[in-house]
């Protein structure tokens, strides 16, 4: 079963960055290169929501509250894909996790990574 594990979060202030990683082990790079790739996030007392995803080409998609401020990447070959955070709001703040494209189906979620942005 792929393990996903999600690290970067932590406090910053409104207008700073963070770089988020999340790496999927027990499954061959070959095989993770080919997923659609997905970050979500779940703020206290809100769904869980799609903010960025990324195809197996590279095409990048974004949820219009982070549009011009988040960026996704990926490296198959660390089996990892990343989301850079600029610009930080306080409604950023969240519970920040990856997965594959819900559209092919999810993996077994990982533990997340908090962010917490203070105003």
């Known amino acids: 079963q792929v393990q996903l594990v999600e690290s970067g979060g932590g406090l910053v202030q409104a207008g700073g960055s963070l770089r988020l990683s999340c790496t999927a082990s027990?499954?061959?790079?070959?095989?993770?290169?080919?997923?659609?790739m997905d970050w979500y996030r779940q703020a206290p007392g809100k769904q869980r929501e799609l903010v960025a995803t990324?195809?197996?080409?590279?095409?990048?998609n974004y949820a219009g509250s982070v549009e011009g401020r988040f960026s996704i990447s990926r490296d198959d070959a660390k089996n990892t894909v990343c989301l850079q955070m600029n610009s930080l709001k306080a409604e950023d703040t969240a519970v920040y996790y990856c997965?594959?494209?819900?559209?092919?189906?999810?993996?077994?979620w990982g533990q997340g990574t908090q962010v917490t942005v203070s105003s």
């Open positions: 027990r499954i061959a790079g070959s095989i993770f290169s080919i997923y659609p």
């Open positions: 990324i195809t197996s080409g590279g095409t990048t």
């Open positions: 997965n594959r494209a819900r559209t092919i189906g999810f993996w077994n």
